[in-house]
């Protein structure tokens, strides 16, 4: 892989800018199982890791896959893994464990048509609810939606600041045709990127309490064999680790790890918008789909259309604030989607009859194209 010291032009497979996004974001650690179409992501890990001084291991399953991407984290190492929807099924329980635990790592998942084994090289976004909802329990979660080549680098290396910064896993949810587009990208230098790093302990080994919150919500975190004693469990623990079924401890913990989240929630709104500040149709978008939903818009405003695209870069936890504003100065919003209407049902829930909500869903393998979103908005143009 060709590094970029001068900020030069590079011609990139998403799946390529992935890679180098985990890289200049320190990930030292990958972990994972091929399978078509996040396989080209492992292969350029594969290559690069022993590079820079990392470690790449191919598992035996997905789920040891994350085992191991969790069990590197607790020992220090920023890791990540990458599958599509039945290895990312599979990792699920793994999830839940990284969640209650609060283990930072990142995970990809390149979407393609389902379900079960599906359309594998066709792309889809039809796991957009699993990516919320497919690991058991009530937990947070963050998850980010690339829409072109560069930005699978940039949120890559965002996945993996939200992962340092919260002591979660992070999902990066593309789909199978922004894993293999290539296209024309200045990518940053690495010294150019912020990057941050979990929080560390500041008081002696023997003052440590794991799951103590300091204040921030965000409990301090030793890697193993530093000399702080630190019990990992997924069960309902006490501030040392413990398990325990005390209700006023469990309570504590379960609202300390939504509470890190959701205080941050107006740091969670990320999105691009053309002509949406006036426009009467707004087209809410994420994933490839913002892509052609973009050129249906310009198109549109050629026609004298009203309409205008909000492109939505966070996925989970939903951005309502961002959404709802939207909605109240439009009268339709149109939300097209590669899958029976995922998104589209949260955006229904806050829109509190502000607007029509209407959908435009495919789930035959092939892409939503400009000319089919621009059609739908002249059908329902007030």
Not at 102 to 115: Q, Y
Not at 239 to 252: A, K, L, M, S
Not at 324 to 345: C, D, H, W, Y
Request: net charge neutral; aromatic share 8%; charged share 25%.
């Amino acid at each position: 892989m060709k590094k970029n010291k001068r900020n030069e032009r590079l011609l990139l497979q998403g799946s390529e800018a992935c890679a180098r996004g985990a890289l200049q974001a320190g990930c030292r650690f990958y972990a994972g199982y091929p399978i078509t179409p996040a396989t080209e992501i492992m292969e350029a890990m594969a290559w690069e890791l022993p590079r820079v001084g990392g470690v790449f291991i191919q598992m035996e399953d997905e789920i040891a896959s994350l085992g191991a991407v969790i069990g590197a984290s607790l020992a220090g190492v920023k890791s990540m893994t990458a599958t599509s929807g039945p290895g990312f099924s599979l990792m699920q329980e793994h999830i839940s464990f990284a969640s209650m635990a609060e283990v930072p790592c990142v995970i990809v998942d390149v979407m393609r048509g389902g379900p079960s084994t599906g359309l594998p090289t066709l792309a889809a976004q039809g796991d957009v609810m699993q990516a919320r909802w497919g690991a058991h329990g009530d937990h947070p979660v963050i998850v980010l939606a690339p829409s072109s080549v560069y930005e699978f680098f940039d949120l890559t290396i965002k996945a993996f600041n939200l992962s340092e910064r919260y002591r979660i896993p992070v999902i990066l949810v593309a789909d199978e045709m922004i894993a293999h587009m290539r296209e024309s990208v200045i990518l940053p230098r690495a010294e150019e990127s912020e990057l941050e790093e979990r929080p560390r302990p500041t008081v002696p080994p023997e003052w440590y309490a794991p799951y103590k919150d300091p204040g921030t919500g965000v409990p301090p975190m030793p890697a193993f064999g530093e000399g702080y004693r630190y019990h990992v469990t997924g069960l309902a623990h006490d501030i040392r680790g413990y398990p325990t079924i005390r209700r006023d401890e469990v309570g504590e913990l379960m609202a300390r790890l939504f509470n890190k989240i959701s205080k941050d929630l107006h740091l969670l709104q990320w999105f691009d918008s053309c002509y949406a500040e006036d426009a009467v149709v707004t087209v809410i978008a994420y994933g490839s789909v913002a892509r052609p939903a973009l050129r249906a818009v310009k198109r549109g405003r050629e026609k004298g259309l009203k309409v205008g695209l909000v492109k939505l870069k966070v996925l989970w936890p939903f951005m309502r604030r961002t959404v709802m504003g939207f909605l109240a100065t439009s009268t339709k919003v149109l939300v097209p989607e590669m899958n029976m209407g995922q998104l589209s049902r949260e955006v229904k829930r806050v829109n509190q009859g502000q607007c029509e909500v209407l959908t435009l869903n495919k789930v035959d393998g092939s892409m939503i194209t400009p000319g089919e979103i621009l059609a739908k908005l002249e059908d329902i143009y007030p």
